[in-house]
T-cell receptor, first 112, second 115 residues
Framework: GEDVEQSLFLSVREGDSSVINCTYTDSSSTYLYWYKQEPGAGLQLLTYIFSNMDMKQDQRLTVLLNKKDKHLSLRIADTQTGDSAIYFCAEKIPGNTGKLIFGQGTTLQVKP | DAGVTQSPTHLIKTRGQQVTLRCSPKSGHDTVSWYQQALGQGPQFIFQYYEEEERQRGNFPDRFSGHQFPNYSSELNVNALLLGDSALYLC??????????????FGQGTRLTVV
C-alpha cells in the first residue's frame, strides 16, 4: 500500500542538530523528498534522494536512507530559529504521473 | 522566474456553491498536479494534468474536476461545496513524465473556507 509516516513534533535548541524521521512503504525504485512549510505558506522543496542512494548532503542538510527498513531521515546541522516549520516527507509513486504521497508532517520547534 | 503562482490566495464560499481555483506553473514546466491539504494533515493528491489531459486521479469525488490550457496553466473546479472541502489547495508544477518528472515545485496555495 501507499503510506508515509512521520513523528509529529520535535523540539531542539538553537545551534543543535535536528533529526526528522520518516518511514515509507513502497518497495519500488523511487524518489523520496523533504519539503518545508512555514505558517500560511506553500511547500518549499528542500532536497530529494533516489532510492538507490544511501546519503545525500546539501549544505546544512543531510538525508540518510535505509532501504532495508524503508527509513528516511533529514538532519539539519546548526539548527536556527528560521528553521522552525513543518517538515514533510514524501514518496513519489513510480509510474508516469509521479504522484506524491506525503506524511503528516513533523513540526520542528527551535528554541533560542 | 515567477515560480508557481496560484489565485486567489484566500476564498470564502457557502455550502452548495461552486469554486474555481487557478494555477500557473513554473516557466518551462508542462505538468500540473493539484493537492488538498486539510488542517494538520499532509497534502493529498487530487489529480494531475499533462498535455491538457487528466493523467491520474486520487481518491476524490467527481465534484472535483479540472482543466489544463494550451499554455500549461490549470484550473481546479469544485462543485456542490461541502464544509469538509475547507482546506489549503496546492498546485505543483513539474516537467515531463515518468523518470523525467523528478522535481515538483509548489505554489503558495489557495485557502478555501466553506461556511
Amino acid at each position: 500500500g501507499e503510506d508515509v509516516e512521520q513523528s509529529l513534533f520535535l523540539s531542539v535548541r538553537e545551534g543543535d542538530s535536528s533529526v526528522i524521521n520518516c518511514t515509507y512503504t513502497d518497495s519500488s525504485s523511487t524518489y523520496l523528498y523533504w519539503y518545508k512549510q512555514e505558517p500560511g505558506a506553500g511547500l518549499q522543496l528542500l532536497t530529494y534522494i533516489f532510492s538507490n542512494m544511501d546519503m545525500k548532503q546539501d549544505q546544512r542538510l543531510t538525508v540518510l536512507l535505509n532501504k532495508k527498513d524503508k527509513h528516511l531521515s533529514l538532519r539539519i546541522a546548526d539548527t536556527q530559529t528560521g528553521d522552525s516549520a513543518i517538515y514533510f516527507c514524501a514518496e513519489k509513486i513510480p509510474g508516469n504521473t509521479g504522484k506524491l504521497i506525503f506524511g503528516q508532517g513533523t513540526t520542528l520547534q527551535v528554541k533560542p | 522566474d515567477a515560480g508557481v503562482t496560484q489565485s486567489p490566495t484566500h476564498l470564502i464560499k457557502t455550502r452548495g456553491q461552486q469554486v474555481t481555483l487557478r494555477c500557473s506553473p513554473k516557466s518551462g514546466h508542462d505538468t500540473v498536479s493539484w493537492y488538498q491539504q486539510a488542517l494538520g494533515q499532509g497534502p493529498q493528491f487530487i489529480f494531475q494534468y499533462y498535455e491538457e489531459e487528466e493523467r491520474q486521479r486520487g481518491n476524490f469525488p467527481d465534484r472535483f474536476s479540472g482543466h489544463q490550457f494550451p499554455n500549461y496553466s490549470s484550473e481546479l473546479n469544485v462543485n456542490a461545496l461541502l464544509l469538509g472541502d475547507s482546506a489549503l489547495y496546492l498546485c505543483a508544477s513539474s516537467s515531463g513524465q515518468g523518470t523525467l518528472n523528478t522535481e515538483a515545485f509548489f505554489g503558495q496555495g489557495t485557502r478555501l473556507t466553506v461556511v
